[in-house]
């Protein structure tokens, strides 16, 4: 199984490791969201204003205290399922809650933290514009 990224420039300017998702709700809605790929992030996040957009799907426990630069944040849990596209079409779904800031803040975009990248193995390389989760069966062959 292959889950292919890309890299995208934003607003700001910046370059970022980005992978195209979807949040499935328990309507069975698919909202896209475009998540940045973040080694450093200890947990997969969201912004505090798709949070918001979804509160409809918060569960009544508290998420997690996030603590990073920046400071700490409390985070909601959102009922929500993170639905990828796997290269041969498939669709496959990491089943929530999601995490979600309480509070605004300057995070913008969902941040794939290692709490999912770690299920994956990871191909990372810029100058080959490579980009890649992948799962066993699936094998990537990365030459000179």
Excluded: H, K
Excluded at 42 to 66: E, R
Excluded at 69 to 93: E, K, M, N, P, Y
């Amino acid at each position: 199984m292959r889950i292919d990224g890309r890299w995208v420039i934003g607003a700001d300017g910046v370059e970022r490791p980005m992978f195209d998702a979807a949040l499935l709700l328990p309507t069975r809605q698919l909202v896209s969201v475009q998540c940045v790929l973040d080694t450093g992030a200890d947990i997969t996040l969201l912004p505090y204003d798709l949070g918001q957009a979804l509160s409809m799907c918060a569960l009544l426990q508290p998420g997690p205290t996030i603590s990073g630069a920046g400071g700490s944040a409390a985070t909601l849990l959102l009922d929500v399922t993170l639905v990828f596209t796997v290269t041969d079409g498939r669709q496959i779904g990491l089943r929530g809650p999601v995490p979600a800031l309480a509070t605004p803040s300057a995070l913008d975009f969902p941040v794939l933290g290692r709490n999912l990248i770690d299920l994956f193995g990871l191909a990372y390389d810029r100058r080959r514009n490579l980009l890649t989760l992948v799962a066993a069966p699936s094998q990537l062959t990365v030459t000179p």
